[in-house]
C-alpha cells in the first residue's frame, strides 16, 4: 500500500487538528490527520487516501488521529460476494417502488428542506441540526473529485438524496439523508443496497462505508453488510459480525 510520503503524496502536506469534541462518541475529544491543499487531491489521489483511511468532508479531507481512542475503524464491502440478510430482502422489496435519478452535485431548495428535517428528527442537538444553507453547501455541494448525488423518488415525492464518490476501485458514501417520519423505513439500509448493486454494475469491488464505530449507534449498523473488511494498520482484513 502507498505510503503518505510516497507518490501521489508527495506534494500533499499533512497536518493534525487541535482537539474538538468527538461526534460520535459522548465526553471523548478528537483530532484529525487533515490532507492539503485540497486543490491537489484529485480523484486519484483520493482514491488511494481512501485505501488509507481518509474521508471527506466537503473539500476538507481527513481521518481520526486520536491519541488515546482506536474506535473508527475505516470498512469497505466486497461487493461481488455481498449476499443480503432477509431484513436486507425485505427493505430492499419494500421500496421496490423508489425512483433513483442521477442529479448534478447542486443546491436544491427541495433536498436541503428534506436535509433539515432530517438533522432536527435523526441527529437533534448534534451540532447539524442548525445547520443553514450555506453549510449545507460546503459539507455536500463542495467537491474536486467524481461525486454524483442520486435522488430517490416514491410517486414523485423526494423520499432520499444520496452523495457518492465514484473511485478507481469502488463507490464511496459519502453521506444519505431522508424522509425520517416513517418509522421502520429502512432508508439507510436501502441506500447501501442499492450503492451496492450500482458498484457491480460498473465493475467497481468495493464500496466504501467510511468509519464503523461499535460503541456507536450511528454507526455500528454497518457491521451487518458481510463481508465487511476493516483498515489494520497499512493491510484491510475481514471484520466478520459477531453472533
Wanted: include cysteine; charged fraction near 20%.
Amino acid at each position: 500500500m502507498t505510503l503518505l510520503n510516497d507518490l501521489p503524496f508527495a506534494r500533499l502536506k499533512f497536518y493534525v487538528t487541535t482537539q474538538y469534541p468527538c461526534g460520535y462518541l459522548p465526553d471523548q475529544q478528537a483530532r484529525s490527520l487533515v490532507a492539503a491543499p485540497a486543490q491537489l487531491i484529485d480523484t486519484a489521489t483520493y482514491g488511494e487516501l481512501v485505501k488509507q483511511g481518509f474521508r471527506r468532508s466537503g473539500l476538507y479531507t481527513y481521518r481520526p488521529h486520536c491519541e488515546n481512542c482506536q474506535s473508527c475503524v475505516p470498512v469497505r464491502l466486497r461487493v461481488n460476494d455481498f449476499h443480503p440478510t432477509r431484513s436486507q430482502r425485505r427493505a430492499w422489496k419494500h421500496h421496490e417502488n423508489l425512483i433513483a435519478l442521477m442529479r448534478p452535485l447542486e443546491f436544491s431548495e427541495e433536498h436541503f428542506e428534506l436535509y433539515s428535517a432530517y438533522q432536527k428528527t435523526r441527529h437533534a442537538g448534534g451540532g447539524m441540526d442548525t445547520d443553514n444553507a450555506e453549510q449545507y453547501r460546503s459539507f455536500l455541494m463542495q467537491s474536486g473529485i467524481d461525486s454524483a448525488m442520486i435522488e430517490f423518488r416514491e410517486n414523485g415525492v423526494l423520499r432520499m438524496v444520496s452523495i457518492v464518490d465514484r473511485l478507481p476501485d469502488g463507490l464511496s458514501a459519502v453521506y444519505a439523508f431522508y424522509d425520517s417520519s416513517i418509522p421502520g423505513a429502512s432508508y439507510g439500509t436501502y441506500n447501501v443496497l442499492w450503492l451496492t448493486q450500482w458498484c457491480r454494475q460498473q465493475n467497481r469491488p468495493y464500496l466504501y462505508l467510511g468509519y464503523w464505530i461499535e460503541q456507536s449507534r450511528k454507526m455500528s449498523y454497518k457491521i451487518e453488510f458481510q463481508p465487511l473488511e476493516k483498515l489494520v494498520g497499512m493491510h484491510w482484513r475481514e471484520l466478520p459480525r459477531t453472533p
